[in-house]
């Protein structure tokens, strides 16, 4: 569509501009079409605007290069947007024509979990949660205290920038924290869409990391959050309670102090001087501590019920190669872009892991 005395939202990115590619629906064999568009008057209110549509040729080249940095979801890493881009590329192709023929297909999918969409943004998101297997790249390309692609608690806190924006740090799934055992610390996931990640025991599990929330930081100062959590920023610090009523407080630097389960369990921890966890402890009693060497990974764990575990790294630092503790060895190796390939527990269950 072109628009003259007026601006029109793209049907992709939701972008303001003179033209753009509007999805339709139906078919292109009815001799009429309904679509809605969003417009922003160039003049104001009380003035005119001409606009015109064509349809599109099906062998026109998207040029997805240029549109690369409008569809760049937030929190995602250079190499998690990088290997996500390349994924939805490939399964939308590079013209219209398969473009759409995907984008319907998506629209099926929706249908038949009694989902109307003919919305391009609502689909073409679907698409990016596909290409980056539902928060699976995400997660493991994130790099922290037990290596990279490991989600931990170790991690936990949050990230403050100077604007104010806010990044939440560490594992979202807060069941290894209230374990208070070394089993929980950290998870490796394999992959979101078929829900498989695996422990620092090399037990494969059933079930993958949960997604972090995404923060959005109002013209107020105020936040909006992503799934279903609230963050709160306080005289001291901050906020976040999860939809379930489980609540982490962290100071005003985004280290975190405590955190309240909805059921009451109160934990209380403490950070190194760089901000980083080194303890957990319940008001029980119960608690996790942690060793860290100088660059920060965790090199060994203890539990309040003996359960201990000691860690080690490649050379670089960069990757978890083993642990050692009462579950017994395991050993890890990962492939040349760096995704975990082998799990090896005491050289008695090797598993070639095909993501």
Request: net charge negative; hydrophobic share 40%; charged share 10%.
């Amino acid at each position: 569509m072109q628009t003259t005395g007026a601006l029109i939202a793209d049907g992709l990115t939701g972008r303001y501009s003179g033209s753009s590619l509007i999805f339709a629906s139906g078919s292109a064999a009815q001799a009429s079409q309904s679509f809605d568009v969003q417009i922003l008057m160039a003049a104001g209110g009380g003035t005119s605007a001409s606009i015109s549509a064509t349809l599109a040729d099906a062998a026109t080249v998207v040029d997805w290069s240029a549109l690369k940095p409008s569809l760049r979801p937030a929190g995602l890493s250079d190499a998690a947007w990088d290997h996500t881009f390349t994924n939805f590329v490939n399964s939308v192709g590079t013209t219209i024509g398969s473009l759409t023929t995907e984008l319907a297909r998506d629209a099926g999918v929706f249908h038949s979990f009694g989902i109307t969409s003919d919305s391009g943004s609502a689909l073409l998101a679907f698409e990016l949660e596909q290409a980056g297997d539902f928060g699976s790249l995400a997660a493991r390309s994130t790099s922290g205290s037990v290596g990279a692609g490991w989600t931990s608690i170790a991690d936990l806190g949050l990230s403050v920038a100077a604007d104010g924006s806010v990044t939440f740090k560490g594992a979202a799934d807060l069941n290894g924290l209230f374990s208070l055992s070394v089993g929980g610390l950290a998870t490796y996931t394999l992959s979101a869409s078929v829900d498989r990640s695996v422990d620092l025991n090399g037990n494969i599990l059933s079930g993958a990391a949960s997604l972090p929330p995404v923060f959005f930081r109002q013209p107020d100062g105020s936040y909006s959050a992503s799934g279903g959590y609230t963050l709160n920023k306080t005289a001291t610090g901050f906020d976040l309670t999860r939809s379930d009523g489980t609540v982490l407080n962290f100071d005003s630097a985004g280290h975190v102090l405590s955190a309240t389960s909805a059921s009451g369990q109160h934990i209380d921890a403490t950070v190194d001087a760089t901000g980083k966890p080194l303890t957990f402890t319940a008001s029980n009693g119960a608690s996790l501590s942690l060793t860290r060497d100088a660059a920060g990974h965790v090199t060994q764990a203890t539990d309040s019920d003996g359960g201990n575990i000691a860690l080690s790294y490649s050379a670089d630092g960069k990757q978890l190669t083993g642990t050692t503790g009462t579950a017994g060895n395991t050993a890890f190796a990962y492939t040349a872009s760096g995704d975990l390939s082998t799990v090896d527990r005491g050289g008695t269950a090797h598993r070639q892991l095909h993501l």
